[in-house]
Structures are given as structure tokens and as C-alpha cells.
Nanobody
Framework: VQLQASGGGLVQAGDSLRLSCAVS????????VGWFRQAPGKEREFVAA????????LYSDAVKGRFTLSRDNDKNTVYLQMNSLKPEDTAVYHC????????????????WGRGTLVTVSS
């Protein structure tokens, strides 16, 4: 399974971005996909995750109410819509996949893609 995250960039506080995670090698419908982020000097942090069914995504408290996760299984792509961005959202965002249900523990994800940098200026 290969994953490719895209959509990062430099924005101002309050702006929006949509990240995409393209999954290949195995249809996205068979995988749970999670997003994680890592800021310089900090540990990797869970952001959101979605089951293969697309129902009831998981969100961290830091992003709940601002970020929305969705998936298009026909396009083998998972989207992370990020609204009301804050400077503390600045990080490299990675998507990852696992065979079963969505979880927040990054150690339980089997497949990882290269990240995309999100920078939010104040």
C-alpha cells in the first residue's frame, strides 16, 4: 500500500486548507486511514482517523469542530478539510493506513506516506 499526502501550504490564521491522501496498491475502502502531524521538536500527534465505512470519524480534541475528515472510495482518496487554522496547527501532516478499524495510536498503522507541510502564520 502506498500513500501520498498533498495540499499543504502557507496560510494565515483563520484560513482553510484541504489535505488529500491518495492511496494506491490496495483500494482505500479496505483500509482505515489516519492523519497525524509532527511539529518541529515535538512528538507525532494524532489528528483524525476514519474507518473504511466512512462513519463516525475520530478527531483529537485539538482539532474537533475545525477539521473534517471524509473519504471518496471511488477515487481512493481521503480528505482532511481544515478550517479556522491556528499557528499551533503548523506541522508536517502525514497520512497512514491500517487494515482494520480507525485508531488514534500511530504505532498501530502499518503503512505511511510522505508528509505535507502546513504552515499557519499569525
Amino acid at each position: 500500500v502506498q500513500l501520498q499526502a498533498s495540499g499543504g501550504g502557507l496560510v494565515q490564521a483563520g484560513d482553510s486548507l484541504r489535505l488529500s491522501c491518495a492511496v494506491s496498491g490496495r483500494t482505500v475502502s479496505t483500509n482505515a486511514v489516519g492523519w497525524f502531524r509532527q511539529a518541529p521538536g515535538k512528538e507525532r500527534e494524532f489528528v483524525a482517523a476514519i474507518n473504511n465505512s466512512g462513519r463516525t470519524p475520530l478527531y483529537s480534541d485539538a482539532v474537533k469542530g475545525r477539521f473534517t475528515l471524509s473519504r471518496d472510495n471511488d477515487k481512493n482518496t481521503v480528505y482532511l478539510q481544515m478550517n479556522s487554522l491556528k499557528p499551533e496547527d503548523t506541522a508536517v501532516y502525514h497520512c497512514a493506513a491500517r487494515t482494520y478499524y480507525a485508531v488514534s495510536d500511530h504505532n498501530r498503522y502499518e503503512y505511511w506516506g510522505r508528509g505535507t507541510l502546513v504552515t499557519v502564520s499569525s
